[in-house]
């Protein structure tokens, strides 16, 4: 009984502990962030930023208040340490260096809870990802959207030309071939409709392989987010020669790409006298591939120009897509059926 009641007695006091003079008490907290790269390994000499919150008063939708912000660099075992004192144990942080593309958050904002005389828990080591720089360098890149040029026909894509292959664009190979059919028209948003886009690899050993990640609704939410999203290097197995997606309104639900699947491509693969493969082109796509009942397919890709390399790490504004920019190279209108 004497235990019940000293645990009384103390969430009392915790109780009137929490304000003074209507706000909320400050208490002391300790966190160490550990931050580490996409390797597992700890990053030294890192800029950190971290800010903690004041709390909201009635009728205040500015939204969140700044209460404190601190600045300091990892030390050599990859942490930082914030210590201070809060009055609603809230905190976000922020890191901006030129050696990382970004931050990968698992969870949003940290909250810690409110214990007797310090938040709680006390000093948790939270754990951080960034994806470091080391070896970017110029990819085929585009994010541009394709309108195929009819509906239930293949029409072949040069990955290096970013088109459809003549006489549908200015493409000379064939990387993949895009199809969509047609199953149910459509005719309005609540109306059933229902389309299939194929991506099809018709050279021996080209492939589509799907990665998963954070949802790309996810990664734009985040503060500040890595570029590099998928793993660095393309896997040489996996590969399958065809893909199928679905878009439309059937049984009362919509039909769309998943926002957490991405792809690792191989196209222009050749064989040696054995069998092994001899050459071949790797790269990703790395945000939703999605299409439209009007034709309209869109996905950002890149595609390392060098045989065999594994690389994707791309180089930002080098771009080995040429430009479009002759009339001659305009695509020439599509063949009788639709879009």
């Not at 009392?12 to 966190?31: F, N, R, T």
């Not at 962030?33 to 990053?43: A, E, R, S, T, Y």
């Not at 491509?265 to 082109?281: E, H, M, N, W, Y």
């Not at 009942?293 to 080995?320: H, Q, V, W």
Request: aromatic share 12%; hydrophobic share 35%.
């Amino acid at each position: 009984m004497k235990t019940i009641i000293m645990i009384a007695i103390r969430l009392l006091l915790s109780d009137v502990g929490h304000s003074v003079g209507g706000l909320p008490q400050e208490l002391p907290a300790k966190m160490t962030f550990l931050i580490k790269d996409d390797f597992g390994n700890p990053v030294p000499d890192l800029e950190f930023f971290a800010v903690s919150y004041s709390p909201k008063t009635l009728g205040d939708n500015q939204g969140d208040r700044l209460h404190q912000s601190f600045c300091m660099k990892t030390n050599k075992k990859g942490e930082a340490v914030v210590e201070t004192k809060t009055p609603t144990g809230s905190f976000d942080c922020l890191i901006f260096d030129k050696q990382i593309y970004g931050i990968r958050r698992k969870a949003g904002r940290i909250r810690l809870r409110r214990g007797f005389d310090t938040w709680v828990p006390w000093n948790p080591t939270i754990e951080f990802e960034v994806a470091r720089i080391f070896k970017p360098i110029p990819m085929y890149v585009s994010d541009n959207d394709r309108k195929i040029p009819a509906f239930e026909k293949e029409f072949g894509f040069d990955l290096k030309m970013d088109d459809f292959v003549a006489p549908y664009g200015r493409g000379i190979h064939t990387d993949f071939t895009l199809k969509i059919e047609e199953k149910i028209p459509y005719s309005s948003e609540l109306s059933p409709y229902d389309y299939r886009l194929k991506i099809s690899f018709p050279n021996k050993g080209d492939g589509i392989q799907s990665h998963f990640t954070l949802p790309h609704s996810f990664r734009n939410n985040l503060i500040h987010d890595s570029r590099v999203i998928m793993p660095r290097y393309a896997p040489t197995v996996g590969y399958k020669d065809s893909l199928e997606l679905r878009c439309g309104y059937v049984d009362g639900k919509h039909l769309t790409s998943r926002e957490d699947e991405n792809y690792f491509l191989r196209v222009r693969t050749k064989f040696d006298k054995d069998g092994k493969i001899a050459s071949a082109l790797y790269g990703k796509i790395d945000a939703p591939l999605d299409f439209f009942e009007d034709g309209i397919i869109r996905f950002r890709y890149c595609l390392n120009p060098t045989p065999l390399d594994l690389n994707m790490e791309e180089k930002d504004g080098a771009s080995l897509v040429p430009p479009l920019s002759k009339p001659s190279e305009e695509p020439i209108p599509p063949p009788s059926s639709k879009p």
